[in-house]
């Protein structure tokens, strides 16, 4: 059985159609990232998944639980992490009011709580922040708190919508680490949101790729590279290389596409490293260019910039 199974969910805010048919699974133990462009319909999806938006129509299950007909049973079996930080928790309280009152919303006893308090505290080195009320807390603090909320009930199937945004590169990878952890070692299942590439490789078993409200395709992040080809890439400084150069370059043996352009540096995709660096400074020697050339594998970032890159998500009608 998946953890998750949406099929053909639909989903408008008025006029706006923000899910046009989107499907997607998680299998138990796997973690999914969801990625897209700003506007695609991530936080929608996640939401309507986790039962805080009414979908339109399709089908959700969780763990084989219909949402529609067991609504009560899917939210104890799912933890959530929005992307309004500030929303989550209330200003005035402290980190352990807050938790402890999300904990008894939840049926917790109290001496439960206050040991996932403590393990949560301490594998996020939290212990010195638990008596700061929570206005007080810095931006990546207070989201901390939002993922400990999130994970005080351990919940069985996690849905963090961009988890680590704000958080410095220190807790962060603690934050990774432990979820990771979570996930494999207790056979629990994920579905994240992220716009850090380097997170979604580090983390993700699979990725599905979203645009204006419709799941496109759901691949290792691995296939997902290899599907644009070539796996390697010579970068080329922008500032002064004109456009006869780069045909030029583009018609080369060796190099088998311009990925994509940006403002500091033109990527190339070649089949072969020696071979297409040897072609490409032969050009640039033979148009008197000596500009900066670096070479680096393909990154998920490239995958996404090829799928999404620059198209404007807004499905306003
Ligand atoms: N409460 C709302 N009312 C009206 N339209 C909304 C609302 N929330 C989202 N939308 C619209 O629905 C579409 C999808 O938005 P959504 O927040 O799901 O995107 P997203 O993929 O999470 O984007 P981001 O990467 O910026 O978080 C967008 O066109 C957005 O303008
Ligand atoms: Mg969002």
Known sequence: ????????VWKSYGKTVALQGSSLTVEQGEILALLGANGSGKTTLTKTLVTLLVKDSGRIHILGYDIDSNPTQVRQLVGYVGQ????????????????????????MRPAEIRSRIEKLSYHFEFNEHL?????????GQKQTVVIMRALLHDPTVLFLDEPTKGLDP????????????????????????????NEVEEMADRVALIRKGKVLFTERPNTMKAALG?????????????????????????????????????????????????EILRVLKEDGLRLPIRHREITLEDAFIHHVGGLDESLER
């Not at 990878?173 to 716009?195: F, P, V």
């Not at 010579?234 to 500032?239: A, P, T």
């Open 170 to 197: 220190v807790i962060s990878c603690r934050i990774r680490n432990y979820l990771k952890a979570y996930i494999k070692q207790e056979g629990k299942s994920l579905l994240l949101t992220s716009h850090m590439m």
């Open 84 to 107: 309004d930080t500030e929303r989550s928790a209330y200003a005035r309280l402290t980190v352990v009011e807050n938790l402890m009152f999300f904990g008894r919303l939840r049926n």
């Open 1 to 8: 059985m998946e953890a998750v199974c949406a099929e053909e």
């Open 230 to 278: 070539p796996q390697d890439m010579i970068e080329i400084r922008s500032e002064g290389l004109p456009e006869a150069t780069i045909q030029k370059i583009l018609n080369l043996p060796s190099v088998v596409k311009q990925l994509h352009r940006k403002p500091e540096w033109t990527c190339f995709g070649v089949s072969d490293f020696f071979e297409g660096t040897s």
């Open 131 to 139: 008596n700061k009320q929570f206005m007080h807390l810095s931006g």
